[in-house]
């Protein structure tokens, strides 16, 4: 099924013909605390629809996307009369969509939503695909449900209070769709000065249009949709040590890293040219900087690695690696020996 999604700043007046396209009886906004100061004024004074809403507030953080809060957030909508017939409106980055959305695929088993991303990273990826879910039993993502928003509104618009930190972490997912989209993508991407704002929203359109694709193509994920998994396995690994050593370091910058980490490997198993792996390298260190690992990081990396869950064998670990731009190949493994080479490689590239 093809997915909606709306790339416009006049964000309220597309929120208003939305609900009003689906006949929607009632409409909860759900935020958190930095997207109700932010992003709601905005949306209070454009859309109707949000204006006259039930707004219910989540704290902010990844902490949030739990059992207790998806709860609470069930049973606002139980005393405030929500039905199948009703429309939740997710203002915020991806812990609102992926909460929110949890929340309405399972309340009455099913309210339809619309997503409005509010961060880079929510944009590019969290509000699409379908995913939605809760962190359970000290485990990322372990309950949740593919529940297609009815909508996404993709703008620009709530960028500017964003954090550069957050700006850059969602631009390496960017960075991932146009590394498998290919060359000309790439060359766009790696061109667009990554804390600009300006521009941004035409080239959102099409990149959002490479994960969708790949989405339409395997929505439960059987296969290719692994593709969008690039960069994220060394990527997982770089943010656990880190997390684990107390100097947690952002989601997308830890996939900007992996992303030259599974270029080399890339390199070294398919013959990816080198001449789409420097541009990137020199890109990644310009914004991103360098995340600096010795060799005594290697066995925890590997094991970290083996650890993720796509892996059947902590021998043979899973990567989706490219033959070039725009051609993936999901499922190759890589043995311990091939990853310690990457690993020195990315090493002395980034050194
Ligand atoms: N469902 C998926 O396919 C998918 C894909 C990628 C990531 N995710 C999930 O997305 C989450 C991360 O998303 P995120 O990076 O957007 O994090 P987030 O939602 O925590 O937002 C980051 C921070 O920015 C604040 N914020 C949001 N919009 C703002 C704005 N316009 N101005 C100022 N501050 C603003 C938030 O309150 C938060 O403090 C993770 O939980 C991850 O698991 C899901
Ligand atoms: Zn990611």
Redesign the pocket.
């Known amino acids: 099924m093809k997915e909606k999604i709306v790339y416009t700043n006049e964000v309220g007046a597309t929120i208003d013909r939305l609900v009003e396209e689906s006949g929607a009886k009632s409409v909860f906004t759900i935020v958190?605390?930095?997207?109700a100061a932010?992003?709601l004024p905005l949306l209070r004074e454009t859309s109707k629809a949000v204006a006259a809403s039930t707004v219910l507030t989540v704290k902010?953080?990844?902490a949030e996307?739990s059992l207790e809060a998806a709860a609470a957030l069930w049973k606002s909508l139980s005393n405030g009369g929500a039905t199948r017939s009703s429309m939740i409106v997710n203002v915020?980055?991806?812990?609102?969509?992926?909460l929110g959305?949890f929340v309405a695929a399972t309340f009455k088993r099913g309210v339809p939503y619309i997503n409005v991303?509010?961060?880079l990273?929510?944009a590019v990826?969290?509000a699409?695909?379908g995913?939605?879910?809760i962190n359970f039993n000290g485990l990322?993502?372990e309950v949740g449900a593919f529940a297609l928003p009815a909508a996404t509104v993709v703008s620009t618009v709530?960028?500017k209070?964003?954090?550069k930190h957050?700006m850059l972490?969602?631009y390496a997912?960017m960075l991932k769709h146009a590394l498998l989209s290919g060359n000309e993508a790439l060359a766009r991407a790696l061109s667009h000065d990554a804390a600009d704002t300006d521009g941004l929203l035409a080239l959102l359109r099409e990149n959002i249009k490479v994960k969708t694709e790949i989405v339409a193509s395997d929505p439960k994920e059987a296969g290719p949709r692994k593709a969008l998994n690039l960069g994220h396995t060394a990527g997982h690994a770089f943010e656990a040590l880190a997390m684990e050593r107390r100097q947690p370091i952002p989601?997308g910058y830890a996939v900007a890293w992996g992303l030259i980490v599974e270029l080399v490997l890339s390199h070294l198993a398919l013959g990816y040219p080198t001449t789409h792996l420097y541009p990137v390298v020199q890109f990644v260190k310009a914004h991103y900087g360098s995340h600096p690992i010795v060799c005594d990081d290697y066995p925890r990396l590997l094991a970290l690695m083996a650890h993720d869950k796509k892996n059947a064998s902590p021998e043979e670990i899973n990567f989706t690696l490219l033959h070039a731009p725009g051609e993936a190949e999901v499922n190759r493994t890589a043995t311990a020996k091939d990853i310690e080479t990457a690993l020195d490689i990315y090493r002395d590239l980034t050194a």
């Open positions: 958190d605390v930095n997207t932010f992003c902010a953080g990844d996307k915020g980055g991806g812990v609102v969509t992926d959305g991303p509010t961060t990273l929510g990826d969290a699409t695909g995913k939605t879910g990322k993502n709530f960028f209070t964003l954090p957050e972490s969602g997912e989601h």
